[in-house]
């Protein structure tokens, strides 16, 4: 029997497409994160937000990182669109935390549904023989153990949830193309692809999903912070990035959060393992 599988018109008393659904999102007081974790309550979800506020701070490199402000006040535009919403001032390096977040997010919210691993941090350019260790091992810890902490801290929980979990990684665009002076990033950002692709192989018997996204340059608080360590404008660090893409027009955090969603969507329910460029074509270029 043939079965019409086009979606038709959307039916606009249908319930938003996560309604239900609980989503973990590290780095989301700002940037990224929070983009994501708002777009994700527009849509129904309850949200728990991670991000350092004053649990800590991040040398070598000196690194303006979210403030409990910045949480704070994602936290309130979340709760302002109707949704339930959780924060917690953790630092990613700090796996007890972690899991301590984890399980207080599953106990008030009721289960765990979603995990956008977003935090990380980005550095000054440096020649890989003169990069200081303390910045080899701060990034290390933070933009790669730090994943890996969140995964180890939240996936017990998406397993108790069931199949239609799903975990997001997010790398970068240089994690396919690597770009000079930043190796120790670099580093990070390739490894997220084999710790998303060991963790799709592990959890596809739970029905359970991880992919990565991997963005080029966006005109967000990291790149910010590539301007100050760097030293040089603004709009000369964005027009290197646009001047290494396919399509020469600056990304948007929006663009990253809409390839996000469809891979935690259920139209994304097979797609596994998959590395999801969101670069204007860079890695192509």
């Known amino acids: 029997m043939h079965h019409d599988l086009s979606a038709g018109p959307v039916d606009p008393s249908a319930p938003p497409r996560f309604a239900g659904k609980v989503a ?24 728990a937000l991670v991000d350092l506020g004053s649990a800590g701070q991040v040398n070598d490199p000196d690194y303006n990182t979210a403030t409990s402000a910045d949480l704070k006040q994602t936290r309130e535009d979340v709760l302002a669109l109707g949704r339930r919403c959780v924060s917690f001032e953790v630092d990613v390096r700090d796996y007890d935390r972690l899991a301590w977040a984890a399980g207080d997010t599953a106990a008030r919210l009721g289960g765990l549904d979603f995990v956008i691993a977003n935090a990380g941090i980005t ?7 003169e990069l200081p260790v303390e910045n080899w091992q701060t990034m290390i810890d933070i933009n790669l153990t730090g994943v890996f902490y969140t995964c180890k801290a939240t996936v017990p929980h998406l397993i108790e949830r069931g199949a239609g979990s799903a975990l ?17 990033y670099v580093a990070a950002k390739m490894a997220l692809r084999g710790l998303s692709t060991s963790l799709a192989q592990e959890l596809g018997e739970y029905g359970i999903r991880c992919n990565t996204v991997l963005p080029g340059g966006i005109n967000t608080e990291m790149t910010t912070a590539m301007v100050e360590l760097n030293h040089i404008p603004r709009e000369q660090l964005l027009a290197g990035f646009r001047a290494g893409q396919l399509i020469n027009t600056d990304l948007e955090v929006a663009d990253t959060t809409a390839a996000v969603l469809w891979l935690l969507s259920d139209e994304a329910r097979l797609v596994t393992g998959l590395e999801m460029t969101v670069d204007a074509g860079e890695s192509k270029k």
């Open 168 to 184: 997001v990684l997010i790398s970068s665009g240089v994690g396919l193309k690597a770009v000079p002076q930043l190796a120790h």
């Open 24 to 47: 973990f999102v590290t780095g989301g007081a700002r940037g990224q994160g929070r983009s994501h974790a708002l777009r994700l309550a527009r849509e129904g979800a309850d949200i």
């Open 123 to 129: 550095d000054g350019f440096h020649r890989t023989w």
